[in-house]
């Protein structure tokens, strides 16, 4: 379970990064907001990539007045998600992986997650990718797929968890970018979620030690580099014990 951070969630590519060098693959992976991108290079086979995705979403720039006119923001990141995952994921590869996705999004009107995990082309996938990514200010305009509109999945649910384990999982592994480990539902609350108890032997929370050096605006390769070492460093610190 990739959990939304915006730019922090560069920590879950040394996080899937260590997973994948101890030979752990899953049947199920789900992600929302900005951990929807990761989810999705993982469903697709391309985990080996993820790290240079994020490098080169570091080396674009954040703001470009001229995309004020373009997608009505002066955000840059329509074109940087059209100019570096959606020229690389390989939509193709979806059906191959043995991986199932989910994408978390909030269904506006139904003010609900709604979780996209069927695909029929590759614009239909990219469009709950960014779907579940959309803010005001970042993305330019809401998302409409099937007659409805959606927007980040971390305004009702940034931690869906509960998808994993509903799909038959044994165990989830939740990765968050909170350095206490803190489980935050809602974008927009601090409020933590306590796991129930019943569910604490089949839930496994990995979080950095300390906050990520990661700005809304400024964000250097360095700056990536050292989340993707934290992620390497809380994927060995979480599993250490794990059987």
């Not at 199932?100 to 999004?105: F, I, K």
């Not at 809602?186 to 409020?191: C, F, K, Q």
Request: aromatic share 8%; with cysteine.
């Amino acid at each position: 379970m990739l959990s939304g951070g915006f730019l922090r969630s560069a920590f879950q590519v040394g996080v899937i990064e260590a997973l994948h060098a101890r030979g752990l693959r899953f049947e199920v992976v789900v992600g929302v907001s900005s951990g929807a991108w990761n989810a999705a290079c993982v469903a697709t086979d391309q985990v080996h990539e993820m790290r240079e995705f994020w490098l080169a979403v570091a080396r674009a720039p954040k703001l470009r007045w001229r995309s004020v006119w373009r997608d009505g923001t002066p955000s840059n990141f329509p074109e940087i998600v059209r100019r570096v995952p959606m020229r690389r994921l390989r939509f193709d590869q979806l059906g191959r992986s043995g991986v199932r996705l989910r994408v978390g999004a909030t269904a506006l009107r139904a003010r609900s997650l709604h979780l996209f995990e069927a695909w029929n082309s590759r614009a239909a996938f990219f469009d709950s990718l960014i779907a579940s990514s959309y803010l005001p200010g970042v993305y330019g305009r809401p998302i409409r797929i099937g007659g409805r509109y959606y927007a980040d999945g971390g305004i009702v649910d940034n931690v869906p968890y509960e998808a994993a384990l509903e799909a038959g999982c044994r165990r989830a592994l939740v990765v968050v970018t909170d350095p206490q480990g803190r489980i935050c539902k809602r974008l927009l609350s601090r409020e933590p979620h306590a796991i129930p108890a019943a569910r604490h032997d089949r839930v496994v929370v990995i979080h950095p030690e300390r906050p990520l050096p990661i700005g809304l605006l400024r964000t250097t390769e360095a700056d990536v580099l050292t989340c993707i070492d934290a992620g390497h460093r809380a994927a060995e610190r979480a599993l250490g014990g794990f059987r």
